[in-house]
């Protein structure tokens, strides 16, 4: 933002943001189902389903990476062009999300390996490959974009390698683990069918509910770009702060998924129950913390990338009007999570289509066009997130979920 531009800005965090989110998140969402089975797997101590449920999931993430390179790199002209990117930006995003793509595989290796690891106890050690990962970025970016004078392809490199670095981390960790069960063998990596099977009844979908969630926010995207280029690099220095709440919220949201699948193969229903309370009440507590600081702390946030007057005006409204509510979402990660732990991915995806992606269509079809300006359009998150977190609040409570996945898996109910 500094050191190229405004435009600059607004391609690489904006417009290129919203469609690399769209693959990677469906994918993250499918793979969500491996995480789920070998929690299971591993809380029951079948250690051969076990071998093949990590095996697979390696394999899909080589497989979906290949994929979604090939689709990155085809069809981005098109797509930034639907979505109405200013001529001033495309050429920057275009640059930008092709290189994004050159290394997607090792990226989507990095969530699979990372989420097996959880899966199997250990969290320590993804936290440490992801600050390295993390400084790495950074050195990188300065290196290349102040020293080098590399541009919005200096930024891209700088996040193509530092995915290497942490599939590579990953790949290494989980080929060392102590216990045999859980190592991952290299000439084993291939798709199982069965377990495939299974991984995609539960992932497919988590996927489709994080591809609808994005295609909401592509249109949301594409609504932004037309109110200009202040508004999307505000729009794009925001998203930086809003993703401190968005990691920290999934974070809960995968520890409690994979506590749920754990303690769900162990047959300790119990603790279950113990555990979503334990991860809500810590996720409200969190969600207060990052509330307050978006909104003291925001508006030098937003110096720090760019301090054009009319970026900055833009990135104030914003502040006023997003971050005071981020409670409101809540419950549709910590109670989805909980549900999906257990298996059951088909309702949560359900009430997240009709809660938060219809009726935000609704609302940007339909009410912003009454009063077009930015304050009205993102208005349409906190209104999405309050109503789908009643639905969720009450499904968890009334819907009956662990006494039907007791039933499918065959469970007696007195079991605990």
């Not at 491996?34 to 990590?54: C, D, N, S």
């Not at 990117?85 to 390996?113: K, Q």
């Not at 069965?194 to 539960?202: A, E, G, H, R, Y």
Request: aromatic share 10%; net charge positive.
């Amino acid at each position: 933002g500094n050191f190229v531009g405004k435009e600059a800005l607004a391609a690489v965090g904006g417009t290129t943001g919203t469609f690399i989110n769209l693959l990677v998140g469906f994918f993250t969402g499918l793979a969500s189902g491996a995480t789920v089975i070998i929690a299971q797997y591993f809380g029951a101590k079948e250690h051969e389903a076990l071998q093949r449920a990590l095996h697979t999931g390696i394999a899909l993430g080589i497989a979906g990476g290949a994929v979604f390179m090939a689709i990155g790199l085809i069809c981005a002209p098109a797509v930034l062009s639907a979505m109405g990117t200013p001529s001033d930006i495309i050429g920057y995003a275009v640059t930008y999300m092709r290189i994004y793509f050159v290394g997607i595989i090792p990226g989507l290796l990095y969530n699979v390996g990372a989420g097996i690891l959880r899966a199997l106890g250990d969290s320590r050690r993804p936290l440490i490959v992801l600050i390295l990962c993390c400084l790495c970025n950074i050195v990188l970016d300065i290196l290349f974009v102040m020293v080098f004078d590399m541009g919005v392809a200096g930024a891209g490199w700088a996040t193509t390698l530092s995915q290497l670095l942490s599939c590579v981390c990953v790949l290494y960790f989980l080929s060392h683990m102590p216990e045999e069960h859980c190592k991952l063998r290299m000439p084993q990596i291939r798709l199982d069918r069965l377990t495939l099977l299974k991984i995609v009844q539960i992932g497919l979908p988590a996927g489709l509910q994080s591809t609808m969630y994005n295609i909401s926010n592509v249109i949301l995207q594409a609504t932004v770009n037309d109110f200009g280029t202040d508004t999307i690099a505000a729009w794009t220095v925001y998203s930086k702060i809003d993703s401190v709440f968005w990691m920290t919220i999934s974070a809960f949201g995968v520890a409690i998924t994979t506590f749920v699948g754990q303690n769900f193969g162990a047959r300790k229903f119990d603790r279950i129950k113990r555990g979503v309370k334990v991860c809500f009440g810590l996720s409200v507590i969190a969600t207060a913390v990052i509330s307050i600081f978006s909104v003291t702390c925001g508006g030098f946030i937003f110096r720090m990338f760019n301090d054009d007057p009319g970026v900055l005006a833009v990135g104030e409204i914003i502040l006023k009007t997003v971050p005071p509510l981020f409670i409101t979402y809540n419950a549709i990660e910590i109670f989805s999570g909980a549900v999906r732990g257990c298996g059951d991915a088909v309702r949560p995806m359900l009430m997240t289509l009709c809660g938060v992606c219809v009726l935000r269509m609704v609302w940007i079809f339909a009410v912003v066009p009454m009063s077009p300006n930015i304050r009205t359009l993102i208005l349409s998150y906190p209104i999405t997130w309050t109503v789908t977190s009643l639905a969720f609040f009450f499904y968890y409570i009334h819907g009956g979920w662990l006494k039907r996945r007791m039933r499918i898996n065959g469970i007696s109910s007195q079991t605990q």
